[in-house]
């Protein structure tokens, strides 16, 4: 594909329920960031991988929150016993590396905790 | 820790109607600073890169322009389909960290 997706695009969860985001990012791109967007607000900083490796997970808010790329393409983050505070939109980006390289977005999650 | 200020919060513009975005910045270093338009239920669009203070970028209306404390992100004769939250971030030249800072962006509603 032509950008990057995401899946799914919608989600509602019960609170403390597991759930699953998927990010398929542009082929050839190095770098994948994860970053949470609430309402009215900016994108804040989750994760971020080079490769399959996970460079900095600081963004991270708890330890229910966990984030693989196990081959360096296809990247996974998974929520555990959700709460509602985690009710946002989960967008995904990919660059072609992460130096001065610019990052591009798909359409990002929006998970409803109930 | 660096910090990314977006004004104003919401804009209000008639078609034809030109105006600026401000974003102002505390960074240590910048590596680069990047102007994304999001619309609603969708995720950022890239639209500018800027590297050095005196650097300017066009795209059809939109023009960014950066110096050392802020960037403008020019709009001439906006359109209603220009109606959009314009982001604004950075990213550091130090510390290796590679992870941009957002503001809260401008919330810009174009009327016929």
């Known amino acids: 594909g032509a950008g990057v997706s995401q899946s799914p695009r919608y989600k509602v969860a019960k609170r403390g329920q597991d759930v699953a985001l998927r990010c398929d990012p542009i082929s050839g791109h190095v770098s994948l960031f994860w970053y949470q967007q609430a309402l009215g607000q900016g994108p804040e900083f989750l994760t971020y991988?080079?490769?399959?490796?996970?460079?900095?997970k600081s963004g991270l808010p708890s330890d229910r929150f966990f984030a693989e790329r196990p081959e360096g393409s296809v990247s996974t983050l998974k929520i555990q016993r959700t709460q509602q505070e985690d009710s946002a939109v989960y967008l995904c980006?990919?660059?072609?590396?992460?130096?001065?390289?610019?990052?591009?977005f798909g359409p990002g999650t929006r998970l409803l905790v109930l | 820790e660096d910090q990314v200020t977006q004004s104003p919060e919401a804009l209000r513009l008639q078609e034809g109607e030109s105006s600026s975005l401000n974003c102002s910045y505390t960074v240590s270093g910048l590596r680069g600073l990047f102007w994304y338009r999001q619309d609603p239920g969708k995720g950022p669009e890239f639209l500018f890169t800027?590297?050095?203070a005196g650097e300017e970028k066009e795209k059809e209306r939109l023009k960014a322009t950066l110096t050392k404390k802020e960037s403008f992100l020019h709009i001439t004769a906006p359109k209603p389909e220009d109606s959009a939250t314009y982001l604004c971030?950075?990213?550091?030249?130090?510390?290796?960290?590679?992870?941009?800072?957002f503001g809260r962006g401008t919330s810009l509603i174009v009327h016929p």
């Open positions: 800027l590297y050095s």
């Open positions: 991988f080079q490769n399959e490796a996970q460079l900095d």
């Open positions: 980006a990919s660059s072609l590396d992460s130096s001065r390289e610019t990052q591009y």
């Open positions: 971030a950075v990213q550091a030249e130090s510390g290796g960290s590679y992870i941009p800072t």
